[in-house]
């Protein structure tokens, strides 16, 4: 059985982002090329077993939301986009992605979305102080659940 989960990202950020930034956000959406210094996501651990059957930690930085293509188990497409919103009247920054994501993945895409909520515009804001972020659903159900960023944490759906 696969827990592959559909992660649907919709938010608009404030201007506030400086070009590093953007840069690295571009890296991880797909749309440009790894920077060199990271500070969005600066830890990407995984173990390996070394040529002695040892364990060991190792740092394999990659883009979180850079799908493309056709979806393996939740159907459609995997995109992700970014547009400025400079002749608008709420300037800043549009991001739409549609990734699939496995639980274990859980913890590094939480510390990007935790980062994209720290610069969501207030109209991402609910009553209760958190950040409506967008939307993940297990591949085997119909309806996705809230996916919201309340105090520097993601509300994961158990």
Excluded: Y
């Excluded at 497409?77 to 400025?84: H, I, N």
């Excluded at 990007?112 to 972020?133: F, K, N, P, S, Y």
């Excluded at 309806?143 to 994961?156: I, K, M, N, T």
């Amino acid at each position: 059985m696969s827990d592959i989960h559909e992660l649907t990202i919709a938010v608009d950020l404030r201007d506030e982002i400086s070009e590093a930034e953007l840069a690295e956000l571009s890296w991880h959406l797909g749309i440009g090329p790894r920077p060199e210094r990271l500070s969005i996501v600066t830890r990407f651990p995984f173990v390996v077993e070394d040529d002695s059957g040892n364990l060991v930690i190792e740092d394999d930085p990659h883009p979180l939301l850079a799908g493309r293509g056709a979806a393996s188990r939740v159907g459609g497409v995997l995109c992700s986009a970014l547009a400025g919103r400079g002749d608008l009247p709420r300037k800043g920054w549009s991001l739409m992605a549609r990734q699939e994501i496995h639980p274990d993945e859980f913890d590094r895409v939480g510390e990007l979305l935790c980062w994209l909520a720290e610069r969501a515009h207030e109209t991402h804001l609910v009553g209760d102080g958190a950040v409506r972020i967008g939307f993940l659903r297990f591949h085997e159900a119909e309806v996705p659940d809230v996916l919201r960023v309340e105090s520097g944490q993601v509300g994961w759906p158990a």
